[in-house]
């Protein structure tokens, strides 16, 4: 009896420590490197920036995944009209800028959706049956605010307004996978909202596949965002960037009509 028991107790144990080894194997195979988000080293001459082993996955496919860090005491953030245009490159290089993103959403008539403020100026209205969230820039701070509630403010220095939010207080937002995949573009607000991440998921040269809204929230949760928000993405998303002496561009499938530009101050 007493081997019976010793041979029972020796299996459990080594099914304990199997299911242990398993559980740590899911986890390293499914929690991408947490070296995606790198804080801007003050004073710095250009936005912290890493791309290189950062994948989301999800259906058994894989997504690369691109990220731009910026310290806001050290950058502006502005929003341009890009003119429904791809040539991110073009508006880098008139501005100045270090990068240049796609914005927020547009009608058929290619007019801006949802709440826009560049400069202390309105350029579009709050539209609160858009919902989502809007980002907002006062000072070197950050915050994301629910769309349904926010009341504009007049002395808002710099707002955008698209939808989802996909990060709330640190915790993932969408609630289900709608079964929908594209690429993405989000806002992701960490260190009390006195820096800003801009993250791109893209398909491919030739494949303009992504992830669903569910699973980006969730991977952008588990690096580390307090809060997030999704921006315009499926063909909008591009993004074009300094690399040194070069100029980096991502062009996007389709013209945009507005476009995010950091710039150090």
């Keep these: 009896m007493r081997r019976v028991r010793r041979a029972v107790l020796a299996l459990a144990v080594a099914g304990m420590v199997t299911a242990a080894i398993g559980g740590v194997v899911w986890r390293r195979r499914n929690t991408p490197s947490r070296r995606l988000y790198v804080p801007s080293a003050a004073g710095g001459a250009a936005p912290e920036t890493s791309d290189a082993g950062n994948e989301l996955v999800e259906d058994g496919r894989t997504y690369a995944v691109s990220t731009f860090s910026f310290a806001l005491e050290n950058y502006d953030v502005r929003i341009e009209d890009a003119g429904m245009s791809t040539a991110f490159d073009a508006i880098l290089e008139r501005t100045g800028a270090d990068l240049v993103v796609n914005a927020g959403f547009f009608d058929t008539a290619a007019r801006p959706l949802g709440y826009a403020v560049s400069e ?146």
């Design 120 to 265: 202390g100026a309105v350029l579009s209205k709050h539209v609160k049956n858009l919902s989502g969230g809007v980002v907002t820039i006062d000072g070197d701070v950050a915050r994301l605010w629910d769309a349904e509630t926010y009341e504009p403010n007049e002395g808002t220095h710099f707002a955008i307004q698209c939808r989802p939010r996909l990060v709330v207080d640190r915790a993932p937002n969408v609630r289900r996978d709608d079964g929908k995949r594209s690429e993405r573009t989000a806002l992701c607000l960490r260190d009390g909202g006195r820096t800003v991440d801009v993250v791109l998921v893209r398909g491919g040269p030739t494949e303009a596949t992504g992830p669903s809204l569910y699973a980006l929230g969730r991977f952008l949760a588990q690096r580390g965002c307090e809060d997030a928000l999704n921006l315009d993405g499926g063909p909008s998303t591009g993004v074009a960037y300094r690399e040194g002496d070069e100029v980096k561009l991502v062009p996007p499938r389709g013209g945009v009509r507005q476009v995010l530009v950091f710039k150090r101050r």
